[in-house]
């Protein structure tokens, strides 16, 4: 049989739950959703070309070659399994994070709130979710039914490569939590060519360039996350030695933390506070004090849901993506990624996924102040310059290191 074999090593912290979402645990099916994602994302570019500018005709190509491949739930009409079985061997740990004392609190602002019961007490973050902890990892083989064609058996494999260089798993795996590192590639029966594991920045940076120079060409903006010619992927920061890649993660939250936060008495972790989105504040202001709001913040394009809290008098506003008055999120378009070469060194990844960010021809939020009632169909203008502007303040800060690729 043609075999696919994969071995992965986990980078940053994976906060992946099993059935009762508090111990962590490696899901089969947590990593084959991560696969279907990064194909997707890969071919986004092949299905335009075969259907123009007509877009609903390549989302409809996309998910029938999504389903031929990695299956779909069975019914009267079809359905069931893919072309491949997928095996999964785990040599994973988990532990209880320590968050009060062991992370830094830019690593604090990206895990945001919400991964554990009573995340913050008596002064000190905690959490009651285990993880799975760096060093651990993991081996996938997918086995490939006879029949398959070269061409399906290559865009599988794509789709590892793309999880194995650029992916994450579980909670705030856009964050750059869960981050993953493809340490071994190799095949049975199958023709391909040999993979080189990357272990310097200019091997990984190769190593993207090849994989995404086809999925980069389809014009304008997908109606989901792909790559596409508004895509942007940039090498950010660059760390060596012990801990590299929590340092780096740190360094991106204290980084983002600086350029988003309105800060506290004119302080962002003992810092002038940047305040470059004070509009947004203002805004968001206003709705807590009951008045109301003619667009949405700024920041909406990190993603959705998107929240305020006033220390001052404990107020909060909640801006929320509500389509048929149901709660729903907007994922965030940008992915951090850290991944691990070699010697010690460690980089940081931001992969910029533009796409529709909400669908309608007058796409809407909800802002609900703490108190008070919600306002509905509030309209967003998304500026993406918001994070270009974010990306570009990595260049000065590691010149030899940064690079838009």
């Known amino acids: 049989m043609k075999t696919l074999s994969a071995s992965f090593e986990i980078v940053t912290p994976m906060f992946i739950g099993g059935s009762d979402q ?10 084959k959703g991560a696969l279907r994602f990064w194909w997707r994302a890969l071919n986004w570019s092949r299905v335009c070309a075969l259907h123009g500018s007509d877009q609903n005709a390549a989302l409809r190509q996309l998910h029938a070659d999504e389903s031929r491949l990695f299956g779909h739930a069975a019914t009267d009409n079809g359905g069931g399994q893919g072309v491949f079985l997928m095996q999964v061997s785990d040599r994973t740990k988990s532990q209880e994070q320590p968050f009060g004392t062991g992370f830094d609190t830019g690593i604090l602002y990206l895990l945001g709130q919400g991964l554990g019961k009573g995340s913050f007490k008596d002064g000190k973050h905690r959490t009651a979710r285990e993880a799975l902890t760096i060093g651990g990892s993991f081996d996938l083989r997918l086995l490939f039914r006879p029949g398959i064609s070269q061409g399906d058996i290559a865009s599988v494999v794509q789709a590892v490569q793309a999880f194995g260089l650029l992916g994450s798993l579980g909670s705030r795996a856009r964050h750059g939590m869960g981050s993953v590192a493809l340490t071994r590639l190799s095949s049975e029966g199958l023709d391909l060519p040999a993979w080189i594991v990357p272990t310097t920045v200019a091997a990984y940076r190769s190593a993207l360039t090849a994989l995404l120079a086809d999925a980069r060409r389809a014009p304008g903006l997908p109606p989901l996350s792909a790559f596409s010619t508004e895509s942007r992927l940039d090498l950010s920061m660059q760390r060596s030695g012990k801990d590299a890649a929590m340092k780096l993660l740190a360094d991106l ?10 800060g506290k008495d004119g302080k962002v972790n003992g810092k002038p506070s940047e305040r470059k989105f004070v509009p947004d504040h203002d805004l968001a202001r206003e709705v807590a004090n009951g008045r109301p709001a003619s667009s949405a913040p700024q920041r909406v394009v990190f993603g959705l849901p998107h929240n305020y809290f006033f220390s001052s008098d404990n107020a909060k506003v909640d801006v929320n993506y509500r389509p048929d008055g149901e709660e729903a999120r907007r994922a965030s378009p940008l992915l951090l990624h850290i991944h691990r070469l070699g010697e010690g060194q460690a980089v940081a990844v931001h992969t910029l996924l533009r796409a ?7 796409p809407g939020v909800t802002m609900k102040p703490g108190r008070g009632r919600a306002i509905d169909n509030v ?9 270009t502007r974010y990306l570009d ?12 690729l």
Not at 356 to 362: I, S, T, V
Not at 379 to 387: A, G, M, R
């Open 22 to 31: 508090q111990t962590a645990q490696l899901r089969p099916s947590s990593l």
């Open 253 to 262: 939250g204290r980084e983002q933390q600086a350029y988003r936060s309105y």
């Open 356 to 362: 529709r960010f909400l669908p309608g021809d007058r």
């Open 379 to 387: 309209p967003v203008t998304v500026d993406w310059s918001v994070l």
């Open 393 to 404: 303040r990595f260049k000065p800060l590691s010149p030899a290191d940064w690079a838009t």
